[in-house]
C-alpha cells in the first residue's frame, strides 16, 4: 500500500521554528518529486515547497528564506524546516509525491498524506 505519512505539526509561537517530516512507505520516493503544500480555513490549497528526485528545489515566495526542503533517499523521508513562523502560516501541511518532476498545481500529484495541523499562536 503507498502511503505517505507526515509528522511534526504542532502549536508554536509566532517567531518560533517547526520541522515537518514525510515518511513514504510502499514505494521508494528516490524517484518521485515531493511537494510541500498547505490548507488555511477557507483558503485553497497551495504549493509550498517542492523538490525533484535530482533534488532540484522550488519555494514560493511567501516562504524563501524561511522554509527549507531536504530528502534523505535512506530514510525514504523529506523534511520541511520552517523558521521565523507567523500566524499566516497556520494551516494544515501536506506532502505529496509525483514522478520525478515538481509540478506546481496539486491536482498533478499521484499520492498525498493526511497533513499535519500547524498552529501559530501566541
Known amino acids: 500500500q503507498l502511503q505517505l505519512v507526515e509528522s511534526g505539526g504542532g502549536l508554536v509561537q509566532p517567531g518560533g521554528s517547526l520541522r515537518l517530516s514525510c515518511v513514504a512507505s510502499?514505494?521508494?520516493?528516490?524517484?518521485?518529486?515531493i511537494g510541500w503544500f498547505r490548507q488555511a480555513p477557507g483558503k485553497e490549497r497551495e504549493r509550498v515547497s517542492c523538490?525533484?528526485?535530482?533534488?532540484?528545489?522550488f519555494y514560493e515566495d511567501p516562504v524563501k528564506g524561511r522554509f527549507a526542503i531536504s530528502r534523505d533517499n535512506a530514510e525514504n523521508t523529506v523534511y520541511l524546516q520552517m523558521h521565523s513562523l507567523s500566524p499566516e502560516n497556520t494551516a494544515v501541511y501536506y506532502c505529496a509525491a509525483v514522478w520525478y518532476g515538481c509540478h506546481y498545481y496539486a491536482d498533478d500529484y499521484d499520492y498525498w498524506g493526511q497533513g499535519t495541523q500547524v498552529t501559530v499562536s501566541s
Open positions: 523538490i525533484s528526485s535530482d533534488g532540484t528545489i
Open positions: 510502499g514505494f521508494t520516493l528516490e524517484n518521485y518529486a
